[in-house]
């Protein structure tokens, strides 16, 4: 017979993929990387190239480097650690992630917050203080109403309710189990809840891409491992700068032709990418991984730079046309 709580890797996989992400959209991730590393010790031992490579189309890389930093420390450990205070030291797991696997994987007492938590108490006590300098007292609020026991039962129905029932535009009240006790409703429009500070405007930016072919290769760069994108396999850019100058930053000095712009939104940033593309008939001088075009689909780019690909292969295809 297997344990009644879930899988502490499970758990943490799931918060992990589920951080800025929507549950329909990790839901194939999830299952991708429990089928091939079904447990910590297996996504441990993986190649950290095939991890990146799996997680790519999922966004925010960061949580994929930690992710295979962190599975490498429980393994090395022998497993996870069961309490809070030692969850949180692991790579890439914070508050609400370490408070989430205590709770739901171990049974352990924890205050958990998420998105839905955070709106379900901010109507149910009318918190007038606007998020996010309304964190603590929410947390405070947690709390005092998670029961001493079975603090993951009431977690994980605190997040359903906040999915389901107390939804963010147009709270399902007449369905809501705690509909009595809610301060908000009580005043009539439990939907301005939370409250949130003035959002200040999404910087732009500007950039450029290089598509270079060569005999039907493309040059690929692995980037950086800190930073944007850190870690996984591009295509070569210029500095993502406001102003960006035409050229800068090009892989060789060839004739380049501009094959239109991809834009794509980021956290912090909105982004538009400018195309380059060229044929050169020589590969000294561009450092880089020549990666058949016709299998750019495995390269596992994340999807600016997929896009980016769709664009430069259709180039490639024109470019092949009109040179038959
Ligand atoms: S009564 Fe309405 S606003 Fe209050 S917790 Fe329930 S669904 Fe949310």
Same mark, same amino acid.
């Given at each position: $017979? +297997?344990? &009644?709580?879930p899988?502490p890797?499970?758990?943490?996989?799931?918060?992990?993929?589920?951080?800025?992400?929507?549950? !329909?959209? &990790?839901?194939?991730?999830?299952?991708?990387? /429990?089928?091939?590393?079904p447990d910590?010790?297996?996504?441990a031992?993986? %190649?950290?190239?095939?991890? $990146?490579?799996a997680?790519?189309?999922? +966004?925010?890389?960061?949580?994929a480097?930690?992710?295979?930093?962190?599975?490498?420390a429980? *393994?090395? &450990?022998?497993g996870?650690p069961?309490?809070?205070?030692? @969850?949180?030291?692991?790579?890439?797991?914070?508050?609400? /992630?370490?408070?989430?696997?205590?709770?739901?994987?171990?049974?352990?007492?924890?205050?958990?917050?998420?998105?839905?938590v955070?709106?379900v108490?901010?109507r149910?006590? *009318?918190?007038?203080?606007?998020? %996010?300098?309304?964190?603590?007292?929410?947390?405070?609020l947690?709390?005092?109403? /998670?029961?001493?026991?079975?603090?993951?039962?009431?977690?994980?129905?605190?997040?359903?309710?906040?999915?389901?029932?107390?939804?963010?535009?147009?709270?399902?009240?007449?369905?809501?189990?705690?509909?009595q006790?809610?301060? #908000?409703?009580?005043? +009539?429009?439990? =939907?301005?809840?939370?409250i949130? !500070?003035?959002?200040?405007?999404?910087?732009h930016?500007e950039?450029?891409?290089?598509?270079?072919?060569?005999?039907?290769?493309?040059?690929?760069?692995?980037?950086?491992g800190? #930073?944007? @994108?850190?870690?996984? @396999?591009?295509?070569?850019?210029g500095?993502w700068?406001e102003?960006?100058?035409?050229?800068?930053?090009a892989?060789?000095?060839?004739?380049?032709?501009e094959? #239109?712009?991809?834009?794509?939104?980021f956290?912090?940033?909105s982004?538009s990418m400018?195309?380059?593309?060229?044929?050169t008939?020589?590969t000294s #001088?561009?450092a880089g991984?020549?990666?058949?075009?016709?299998?750019? &689909?495995?390269?596992g780019?994340?999807?600016?730079?997929a896009k980016?690909?769709?664009?430069? /292969?259709?180039?490639?295809?024109?470019? =092949?046309l @009109?040179?038959?």
């Amino acid at each position: $017979m +297997g344990s &009644a709580r879930p899988d502490p890797y499970r758990v943490w996989l799931s918060e992990i993929m589920l951080q800025q992400t929507t549950v !329909a959209m &990790a839901r194939p991730y999830f299952e991708k990387f /429990t089928y091939r590393w079904p447990d910590v010790e297996a996504l441990a031992s993986a %190649p950290e190239d095939e991890v $990146m490579a799996a997680w790519a189309g999922l +966004g925010y890389y960061a949580r994929a480097r930690n992710l295979i930093a962190c599975a490498r420390a429980v *393994a090395a &450990a022998g497993g996870f650690p069961d309490n809070e205070a030692e @969850l949180r030291k692991l790579p890439g797991v914070g508050r609400y /992630t370490a408070a989430a696997i205590a709770s739901i994987a171990f049974g352990q007492r924890a205050i958990v917050v998420d998105a839905n938590v955070e709106r379900v108490v901010s109507r149910l006590f *009318a918190v007038k203080q606007p998020l %996010p300098g309304a964190r603590e007292r929410i947390y405070e609020l947690v709390d005092s109403i /998670t029961p001493p026991g079975g603090s993951g039962d009431f977690a994980q129905a605190m997040m359903d309710l906040g999915a389901t029932i107390c939804i963010p535009r147009a709270p399902r009240c007449g369905h809501c189990p705690i509909a009595q006790h809610c301060a #908000g409703r009580a005043e +009539g429009d439990p =939907a301005r809840y939370p409250i949130k !500070a003035a959002k200040l405007p999404r910087p732009h930016k500007e950039g450029m891409a290089y598509w270079l072919q060569h005999q039907g290769n493309v040059l690929l760069v692995r980037r950086p491992g800190k #930073g944007m @994108l850190g870690g996984m @396999l591009a295509l070569p850019t210029g500095l993502w700068s406001e102003q960006a100058e035409p050229g800068q930053s090009a892989p060789v000095a060839v004739e380049w032709t501009e094959a #239109g712009n991809v834009d794509h939104v980021f956290t912090h940033f909105s982004l538009s990418m400018r195309l380059f593309c060229a044929e050169t008939h020589v590969t000294s #001088g561009a450092a880089g991984i020549w990666w058949p075009i016709d299998r750019i &689909a495995d390269a596992g780019l994340p999807t600016l730079f997929a896009k980016l690909a769709e664009r430069g /292969t259709a180039w490639s295809i024109g470019a =092949a046309l @009109l040179a038959a």
